[in-house]
């Protein structure tokens, strides 16, 4: 295949995708306590995940506490969990898709156009990742940018953008690339193979040799009579 770098370089950035899933998925720095108005003095910061929530206090070590209660979650928690979690799987499908599809691994056979079809699908999944990936983090953060402004929440109630939601993003746009390259591969490689192979309705001319030599052979008998 003439276009390896273009494959490897996907299967790369949606492997480095993958990994900020995971994490984004994982930390607990979604939201963030927000230190305005006259709270100047910082004597603890909060972390809320979308499994645990942290505390961390002036000299104290940072204590993590999982959620007691699946259902007592709000909802929109609920959803962000299941969205992320449907993301990491995916992207994990579509990574083991991808490296089935490459040209040295033989667990497909030599076909290219099955290898491209394979590289094609690993794209289109992990594009699919980072919308699910997208939808919850931007959900989030209107969510944070809106009770921030929001005058009837008291000050010490108000909540920051995480480190997270922001690795959240990073990840999207880095699948987003990734998936692109490899279904820019894919294309590039049924374009290739149409050039290569002539259309069914429109045969190449064939002609028969034999027939020739039995022309030629015919005109120089009849010279000589």
Known sequence: MAFDPLQTAGLVLGFFGMVGTLATALLPQWRVSAFVGSNIIVFERVWEGLWMNCIRQVK?????????????????????????????????????????????????????????????????????????????????ANTIIRDFYNPAIHIGQKRELGAALFLGWASTAVLFIGGGLLC??????????????????????????????????????????
């Open 60 to 140: 104290v070590r940072l204590q993590c506490k999982f959620y007691n209660s699946l259902l007592a979650l709000p909802p929109d928690l609920e959803a962000a969990r299941a969205l992320m979690c449907v993301a990491v799987a995916l992207c994990l499908i579509a990574l083991l898709i991808g490296i089935c599809g490459m040209r040295k691994i033989q667990c497909t056979g030599a076909n290219e156009r099955v290898k491209a079809y394979l590289l094609g699908t690993s794209g289109v999944l992990f594009i699919l990742t980072g919308i699910f990936v997208l939808i919850p983090v931007s959900w989030t």
């Open 184 to 225: 820019g591969f894919c294309c590039c490689n049924r374009k290739k193979q149409k050039h290569r192979y002539p259309a069914a309705g429109h045969p190449a001319p064939h002609t028969d040799k034999g027939q020739q030599n039995r022309t030629v052979l015919s005109k120089t008998s009849t010279s000589y009579v």
